[in-house]
């Protein structure tokens, strides 16, 4: 198989563990040539770490060989970057979300279409082996018929914020930087959602960092989006749903995120991470924490763009897709203005649930096959 040749834009805090899994031989599928980033020097020390070329993006989309690109940019850089790679004849895989604006979403997933071009976008978190055994166990049947579901996540923002400014910028907050990976979850299990109602707030909009060493040390600054999101979901399925998000509670997180079922309830551990544990409750018993059926139980980012990239050789759909996630970017947006206007808010886009990998492709490669083999 012709590996794929691949730059990453973006040499910030979540490049480190997608640059290890494509040169450590994880993902053998992607051949990393290449990194750029506006920070020079960010982009020389990973370039030099991970025995790669330090390039400008003017330098890879000009380059021929390259025909991936990731975009680990921040969310302000996704929409002009995503764009202009495509316009210049990349595959792209971008991190979360697709772009700020609704309608940037649209544009770029009609110019993929129009391109014939692959447009794959995070969180690949679902194709972890916590989510992927949650799929298993309601496509088994073994919760009956979904009928309602529940996700719920708390943060600190005064922490991470002040460490990474754009969490409190337009783009991201809690509802776009962690909803995509409940939203998602749930949209590889359950489908499309049909309508939302839904509240928010900001609180706290004032602040001061007061965090040493932090880059807006002693700055004031203001939220520019709400941290605090309750919505109700109604999706196509008939599964009724809540969205409980609230970034101005302490630090550790609380994630909940779990499907109540005619013959039982899924309970599945924080869909950020690849391996949680699933527990599986039924009539008159406590739950029960349910074997991994699938690989990938480590921190395995990168996994959905070498899903694409193996997608892309086997001429198949890949399964972070641009629909699922411009879905999954509606509902954000589609939140947001449900509770401005104070009124319902209908989803306009679709997408097909994404196949199921393959199960038990959890060997290291000496005694059974390597965990990539479930991407081919
Ligand atoms: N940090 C995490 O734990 C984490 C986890 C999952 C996903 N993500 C996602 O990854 C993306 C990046 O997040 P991060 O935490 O690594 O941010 P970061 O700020 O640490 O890094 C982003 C990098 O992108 C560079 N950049 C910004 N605009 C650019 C442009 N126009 N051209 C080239 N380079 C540009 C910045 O200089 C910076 O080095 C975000 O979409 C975020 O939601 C982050």
Known sequence: MQRVKTAIIGCGSISNIYMESFTNG???IIELIACSDLDEMRMRESAEKFGIRAMTLDKVLADESIELVINLTTPAAHYPIT?????AGKHVFSEKMIAVEL??????????????????????????????????IVDKGLIGRPVSCRASVSRNYGIYGEFLPHLYKKGAGIGFDMGGYYLTAL???????????AF????????????????????????EVPNVIAAALQYESGVLGTLHMNSDSIIDERANLEIYGTDGILIMGDPNLFGATVYLQKTNSTPVAFPLTHGFAENSRGL?????????RAGRNHRASKEMAQHVFETMHGI???????????????????ASLPEGYIGD??????????LI
């Open 26 to 28: 994880k993902f053998n």
């Open 83 to 87: 764009k202009r790679a495509l316009l």
């Open 103 to 136: 309608e940037e979403g649209k544009e770029l997933v009609a110019l993929a279409n129009e391109k014939g071009l692959r447009l794959g976008v995070a969180p690949d978190t679902f194709l972890g082996a916590s989510i992927q055994t949650a799929k298993y």
């Open 187 to 197: 949209a590889a299990i359950l489908g499309p959602i049909k309508q939302i109602s």
């Open 200 to 223: 928010t707030e900001i609180s706290g909009k004032s602040r001061k960092n007061t965090r040493v060493g932090a880059p807006m040390f002693e700055q004031d600054y203001e939220l």
């Open 304 to 312: 959905g763009a070498a899903e694409m990239a193996w997608s892309i």
């Open 336 to 354: 947001m203005i449900s509770a401005e206007k104070k009124e319902a808010y209908s989803l306009e886009s679709r997408f097909e649930i994404p």
């Open 365 to 374: 490669g000496a005694w059974t096959r390597k965990e990539e083999s479930a």
